[in-house]
């Protein structure tokens, strides 16, 4: 085990607070808000490169560290679209003229060949994605009327990718996704989603690419309470010295456009950021309650 590199994060957090009180209404408004740049400045070996976490066999090294690059950063194929038909492929070829796809068939995906070389390999392989978001954000609420009391805490992170793995695809009879039923099965049907095939022969599924990344950002109000104590007048005739009453809600809207189960994913580790193995979603939960002061 060693350091293996060093990484600079640069950015900014502010915070505004508001508290006012009018007509017997207590009111405390928190907003944060945080901008981070994450760059790798230095990797301690002869390559200049470590590679990351993997996925599935032959689905490996999803993401990088280099630097100039934050670290973590999806590495894999850019695509170019769908093959609709056999003119496409014969026509989609390199600068000195070499077809880079002869073996596609019309269905297929379209690498693109980023050194136009005429062929795919690793080399043409580039940051497809960054699992860190450009800017996070946080809106804490508070209000309290005579006996009544609500807090609500909103969170939100915005401009991450993901790595959507939800699907093993090095076990071709798993269950699909229902995104397959929007693959190609005929000219003009899709240009996003290739063929299906058990055999994969153009790498569709197995290859590391920007067909698995999606937008990550979401918006969760992660807490709700309301509550009511109940006055102490009324309290202490049961010998009660406060009496409050609450309900509360964690985790109970999510505003997202990723198509998996959770956009707030984590890691297991530096070099395996952004990636979703079907990580199990944060609960819903409801609570009701009393608190009870003798």
């Not at 899709?190 to 994969?200: C, E, K, W």
Request: glycine share 10%.
């Amino acid at each position: 085990t060693v350091n293996g590199g060093s990484v600079r994060n640069k950015g900014i957090e502010v915070e505004f607070g508001y508290k006012t009180n009018f007509s017997g209404v207590a009111m405390n408004i928190d907003l944060s808000g945080a901008y981070n740049k994450n760059e790798v400045t230095d990797i301690s070996n002869s390559e200049g490169k470590i590679y990351g976490a993997g996925l599935a066999v032959g689905m490996s090294n999803i993401c990088m560290m280099e630097v100039g690059y934050p670290i973590a950063y999806f590495w894999g194929y850019k695509t170019m679209g769908v093959f609709q038909n056999e003119t496409q492929i014969t026509d989609y070829k390199s600068t000195d003229g070499t077809v880079i796809q002869p073996n596609a068939k019309p269905g297929d995906l379209i690498w693109y060949d980023k050194n136009d070389d005429g062929k795919i390999d690793d080399n043409d392989r580039m940051q497809i994605g960054n699992p860190y978001p450009d800017f996070t954000a946080g809106l804490n609420l508070s209000v309290m009327y005579k006996g009544f009391d609500f807090n609500m805490f909103w969170y939100g992170a915005f401009g991450q990718e993901i790595f959507n793995g939800t699907r093993r695809y090095d076990l071709p009879m798993s269950n699909w996704n229902s995104s397959v039923l929007e693959r190609w099965t005929g000219e003009g049907t899709s240009n996003t989603h290739p063929r299906v095939t058990v055999a994969d022969p153009n790498k569709n599924y197995i290859n590391v690419s920007d067909f698995y990344i999606e937008d990550g950002s979401y918006l969760r109000l992660k807490n709700l309470t309301i509550g009511y104590t109940v006055p102490a007048n009324l309290s202490q005739k049961a010998k009660i010295a406060k009496l409050r009453v609450f309900a509360s809600a964690s985790n109970l809207l999510t505003f997202t456009k990723y198509s998996g189960f959770d956009p707030e994913i984590g890691a297991k580790s530096a070099l395996d950021m952004g990636i979703d193995r079907n990580i199990y979603p944060q609960s819903r939960t409801f609570m009701f309650g009393v608190n009870l002061s003798f």
